[in-house]
């Protein structure tokens, strides 16, 4: 899919994603649509796992299978999800280099950057 979209027809992608999701043992099933520069959407949706620790979140699922296609960071303009992401996602949307994240919280959209959902956060290139 090309074209300008906007932040609530993203996050329409990443509702009808969720629905896509395996999640047998929460049945909590998130998706998570993101826009690549060149008007892609990629999108994925949680997967979860007998062993709780194996499971991988939507926005995981998304990033991992944008950048085995070949996109890197800095490539990403938005991120939909339909729920808060972790904290782990939080990091993983501040080093995909993603200018804003939408997603529901409380029955309300929430747009932030990833700066601003993991304040006082670190790159690599910071660490000595």
Known sequence: ????????????????????????????HVGCAVLARDGRVVEGVNVENAAYP?????????????????YRPGDFVIAAITASPCGGCRQWLLEMGVERVVFRNGGRVVTM????????????????
């Not at 300008?4 to 043992?25: F, G, M, Q, T």
Request: charged share 25%; hydrophobic share 45%; glycine share 4%.
């Open 1 to 28: 899919m090309s074209g300008v979209l906007s932040d609530l027809e993203l996050l329409a992608l990443a509702d009808a994603a969720s629905k896509r999701a395996y999640a047998p043992y929460s049945e909590f």
């Open 54 to 70: 194996l499971g991988v979140c939507a926005e995981r699922t998304a990033f991992a299978r944008a950048v085995s296609e070949g």
């Open 113 to 128: 950057s990833p700066s601003e959902l993991l304040p006082e956060s670190f790159e690599a290139a910071d660490l000595p």
